[in-house]
């Protein structure tokens, strides 16, 4: 069920791609070496803060990185399988408009729309 053009779907590929590409390098820019990080002035207990700190928002940014990452390789992985575009719910075609807007998508407005009106109850 080939309904995307092939400029399209190399188009949506392209998008893809570059998202990943941009997504490993800020992934790699956040996890530095924590050796780099200067501490100007402030005791062991301001250390151990900013330290924490730093910690945490890097498992944050790890967490979402990694879900997103994996987003992306199971978009390229549908492209190969020719399932990429049809909706995971009901099976209809998603249109190449929102695929643009949003490439890791696996659902058709209306079933993503009904998924999150259950979650907010």
Do not use: W
Request: overall charge negative; charged content about 35%.
């Amino acid at each position: 069920m080939q309904y995307l053009s092939s400029e399209q779907m190399t188009e949506l590929r392209e998008i893809l791609l570059q998202m990943r590409k941009k997504l490993v390098k800020y992934a790699e820019e956040q996890i530095k070496d924590p050796s780099d990080v200067t501490f100007e002035g402030g005791d062991e207990i301001d250390r151990a803060s900013i330290e924490t700190g730093r910690y945490l928002s890097l498992q944050r940014i790890r967490t979402r990185e990694l879900k997103l990452l994996r987003k992306i390789d199971y978009a390229l992985m549908k492209m190969d399988h020719g399932t990429y575009g049809i909706c995971e719910s009901c099976g209809a075609i998603i249109p190449f408009e929102r695929l643009k807007a949003r490439p890791v998508t696996t659902m058709c407005i209306n079933c993503k729309e009904a998924e999150e009106e259950v979650e907010n109850e």
